[in-house]
């Protein structure tokens, strides 16, 4: 948290994502966890992006669903990570507060050559777009994969066709000597 208040203070505005794993979802103490860390920091929640797989949340539903909206309380934001390879449940999408959903790469990959994973994602973003979520698909590494989730209306993307993992130090050097290049890949 305290990475993304440096980067706003220096003027970059970046969101934050961090998972949380089934057994953080059945803490108890994790909402008042983060509330402390938020005001030690000074975060603004709208800078971070809690991830959750389906399959969190299946241990324990009631007590994750609890944890889950006392967070969303403090104005965190919530997205399903790797949709589509857990426990898929629409009474689960609707039932949640949900910012976002994030498309597995194993559908992604194959996008153009498996038809059955473009219309995977097809109705995946569909789906989100009717639910009001914004969409990020995994695995990106293609720029022909990316020009399809484009036209299909995909919002965000991620993968080593942007860029690979790497410490922060060399993301801000990135940031700053690769960002035109990057925005031009992405407007194209």
């Given amino acids: 948290m305290l990475q993304a208040v440096k980067w ?29 860390l938020k005001g030690r920091t000074g975060v603004n929640p709208e800078w971070m992006m809690l991830e959750i797989t389906e399959s969190s949340i299946m241990s324990n539903p009631e007590t994750a669903f609890e944890i889950i909206n006392r967070i969303d309380q403090m104005g965190f934001r919530f997205s399903i990570d790797d949709y ?17 959903l994030k498309i597995d790469r194993s559908f992604v990959k194959d996008i153009l050559t498996d038809d059955s994973d473009a219309v995977i994602v097809n109705a995946t973003i569909n789906l989100a777009h009717n639910l009001g979520l914004q969409v990020t698909a995994e695995g990106v590494n293609d720029p022909a994969v ?34 035109n290049q990057f925005k031009e890949v992405v407007t194209e």
């Fill in 8 to 36: 706003a203070d220096s003027g970059h505005n970046i969101s934050i994502s961090v998972n949380l794993s089934a057994k953080d979802l059945n803490n108890p103490e994790l909402p008042d966890l983060i509330a402390g």
């Fill in 146 to 179: 990316l020009q399809k989730l484009r036209r299909e209306g995909c919002d965000v993307v991620q993968g080593y066709l942007l860029a690979r993992p790497m410490p922060v130090s060399a993301f801000e050097e990135w940031l700053s000597s690769e960002a």
């Fill in 84 to 100: 589509g390879t857990g426990y898929s449940s629409l009474s689960y999408l609707k039932r949640m507060p949900l910012k976002e």
